[in-house]
């Protein structure tokens, strides 16, 4: 029978964290890499797991490499810190463990996806069908990407296991925490991408927002969700402005001055008047 290890990263994951670490407590071991939580979640990740490791937040897709290479399982269950493991999918994974003759040769699964958004789950819009390679056979995948990291298999065949009984991700319960986690991921997107000449025109940053609305709610027929379907619509677009005008916004400064109350003074002579 091949182990399996679940691993994910942390920070400040609260009762979402406590949740995720619960519903995998049936694995052969969980490997959790915390990149300095405040909020307590280092005591609870002690209380499930003694695979804990601190790491000083090195970008995602440093963070992930760093963890999976902790893992000493021969399969490895990739998981974020908002992701629970529904019992069909616990089945799966075991089944996959416990019948290696069958799943020999196999490199990586893809996992289907349930996506809750704003209490609510959605089936249409950009997250239908919603399906993440987050199996990986020890050794034999690398992650690439920014942010929003991808796993790929490394050299070979490449032979996926589809996996229909799904993860379930409570990713966003309200506006204020989309938009608050929406904000830091931009930032560290556009930290990443930056040194490796992303720099997206100001035609960019106008159009490609209204295009990834009109993809999620209209091509992938989000208006099918009803309410949610438009906000979530709204909101990717919201995200992609946040991502693009930010890195607009640095390459902006690189070349210009901004204007300052003191350079403001100076040219009028007319101080606070």
């Known amino acids: 029978m091949d182990k399996i290890s679940v691993m994910l990263n942390t920070y400040n994951g609260g009762q979402k964290l406590a949740k ?3 519903s995998a407590q049936w694995a052969d071991e969980i490997v959790v890499i915390d990149s300095g939580s405040t909020d307590g979640s280092v005591e609870l990740i002690k209380k499930h797991t003694d695979k804990y490791f601190y790491n000083n937040w090195p970008g ?5 490499e760093f963890g999976m290479q902790r893992c000493s399982g021969e399969w490895i269950l990739i998981l974020d810190q908002d992701e629970y493991i529904t019992e069909q999918l616990r089945d799966k994974l075991l089944h996959i463990c416990r019948n290696p003759e069958i799943y020999r040769g196999y490199n990586a699964g893809w996992i289907r996806r349930i996506e809750h958004f704003w209490g609510r789950q959605i089936r249409y819009g950009n997250y239908n069908p919603s399906s993440q390679p987050r199996l990986a056979r020890h050794g034999q995948c690398r992650w690439t990407g920014f942010a929003h990291t991808w796993m790929e298999v490394e050299g070979g065949e490449k032979r996926i296991i589809r996996i229909k009984e799904p993860l379930w991700h409570d990713a966003y319960n309200t506006p204020f925490d989309y938009f608050n986690k929406i904000n830091r991921y931009s930032e560290l997107d556009v930290e990443e991408r930056l040194p490796k000449g992303y720099h997206p025109s100001l035609a960019r940053v106008i159009f490609s927002p209204l295009g990834m609305w009109w993809k999620c709610y209209i091509v992938h027929q989000g208006y099918r969700d ?5 906000m979530n619509a709204t909101s990717m677009m919201v995200y992609w402005f946040f991502r693009l005008s930010k890195a607009w916004h640095r390459r902006w400064l690189e070349k210009n001055r901004p204007d300052t109350w003191e350079e403001y003074q100076r040219k009028t002579g007319r101080g606070g008047r």
């Open 226 to 230: 009803g309410a949610h379907g438009y």
């Open 20 to 22: 995720c670490l619960e």
């Open 60 to 64: 995602y897709l440093a963070q992930r």
